[in-house]
């Protein structure tokens, strides 16, 4: 399958995603918005948008970021984003692709580049990291999230003797076309290989089901338990749902 063929695969089973889904893009695109809060960037490269903006939930402190600049490779995906949006600006093209063009956009040095949920999807993650690391300038900071495999989730799965192990591809992985689930210490060990240093690093959302049992008990799962289950994330990041890593340039 070629990469085009792979994206527009991606595309189709994005936008037929449902369910508990977008939920966790609620809490994701949240925390998101509490770590820019916290970092004050008024510079960011996105990597990958999909087709829910988070540069259109800057309201609140929008005057803080005068340039918000978005790499995708997914022809819809663009054209989504523009018809949405005004703000940002968009480069067509995978980020390993981007990077001259991305450091011309920036002047040179992207304050803050956000790579949200990606870096477990691309057939090769060191490549990904790689470009992220040429687009840096020395004081460049890098967000990476993905799922995490040492999740409660899929700790009961393999419990249960549903999966082998807590590493093993789910169907939804494949659907997906992910081809590898991070722990903490992997998305660690692949961070610094690729020349990076690691500043924070933590973990969001407690789920304890898989999306589809979420959405099963939905009437139990009211806004205030998921409230909870953010806030547990954060407490238990080892066990929560999903993980996150700060990265600079070493």
Same mark, same amino acid.
């Not at 192990?165 to 992985?173: D, G, K």
């Not at 139990?220 to 066990?239: H, N, R, S």
């Given at each position: 399958?070629?990469?085009?063929?792979?994206?527009?695969?991606?595309?189709?089973?994005?936008?037929?995603?449902? /369910?508990?889904?977008?939920?966790?893009?609620?809490?994701?695109?949240?925390?998101?918005?509490? !770590?820019?809060?916290?970092?004050?960037?008024?510079?960011?490269?996105?990597?990958?948008?999909?087709?829910?903006?988070?540069?259109?939930?800057?309201?609140?402190?929008?005057?803080?970021?005068?340039?918000?600049?978005?790499?995708?490779?997914?022809?819809?995906?663009?054209?989504?984003?523009?018809?949405?949006?005004?703000?940002?600006?968009?480069?067509?093209?995978?980020?390993?692709?981007?990077?001259?063009?991305?450091?011309?956009?920036?002047?040179?040095? @992207?304050?803050?580049?956000?790579?949200?949920?990606?870096?477990?999807?691309? @057939?090769?993650?060191?490549?990904?990291?790689?470009?992220?690391?040429?687009?840096?300038?020395?004081?460049?900071?890098?967000?990476?999230?993905? @799922?995490?495999?040492?999740?409660?989730?899929?700790?009961?799965? !393999?419990?249960?003797?549903?999966?082998?192990?807590?590493?093993?591809?789910?169907? !939804?992985?494949?659907?997906?076309?992910?081809? !590898?689930?991070?722990?903490?210490?992997?998305?660690?060990?692949?961070?610094?290989?690729?020349?990076?240093?690691?500043?924070?690093? /933590? /973990?969001?959302?407690?789920? @304890?089901?898989?999306?589809?049992?979420?959405?099963?008990?939905?009437?139990?799962?009211?806004?205030?338990?998921?409230?909870?289950?953010?806030?547990?994330?954060?407490?238990?990041?080892?066990?929560?749902?999903?993980?996150?890593?700060?990265?600079?340039?070493?």
């Amino acid at each position: 399958m070629s990469e085009q063929q792979r994206i527009a695969h991606y595309e189709q089973a994005y936008q037929a995603d449902a /369910g508990f889904e977008s939920v966790m893009v609620h809490y994701r695109q949240r925390m998101l918005l509490e !770590r820019l809060r916290d970092l004050n960037a008024a510079q960011v490269v996105e990597i990958g948008c999909g087709t829910d903006l988070l540069c259109d939930k800057l309201d609140d402190f929008a005057r803080r970021v005068r340039q918000w600049l978005i790499v995708e490779p997914a022809a819809d995906f663009v054209a989504r984003a523009r018809a949405l949006s005004a703000r940002p600006q968009l480069i067509q093209a995978f980020a390993e692709e981007a990077v001259d063009a991305v450091r011309q956009a920036c002047a040179g040095e @992207p304050e803050l580049i956000i790579c949200s949920s990606l870096l477990h999807e691309v @057939p090769d993650a060191a490549a990904l990291l790689a470009a992220l690391r040429r687009m840096c300038g020395p004081h460049t900071r890098v967000h990476i999230n993905v @799922p995490n495999a040492a999740s409660m989730h899929r700790r009961l799965a !393999r419990s249960m003797g549903l999966i082998d192990s807590i590493h093993a591809l789910s169907a !939804r992985n494949q659907m997906f076309q992910q081809a !590898r689930v991070f722990d903490a210490e992997h998305l660690r060990a692949v961070s610094l290989a690729a020349g990076f240093k690691l500043l924070v690093e /933590g /973990g969001y959302f407690l789920k @304890p089901f898989t999306h589809a049992q979420m959405d099963a008990i939905s009437g139990v799962a009211t806004p205030a338990v998921l409230d909870g289950l953010y806030a547990l994330g954060k407490e238990m990041p080892e066990l929560a749902a999903e993980i996150f890593v700060e990265l600079q340039p070493a």
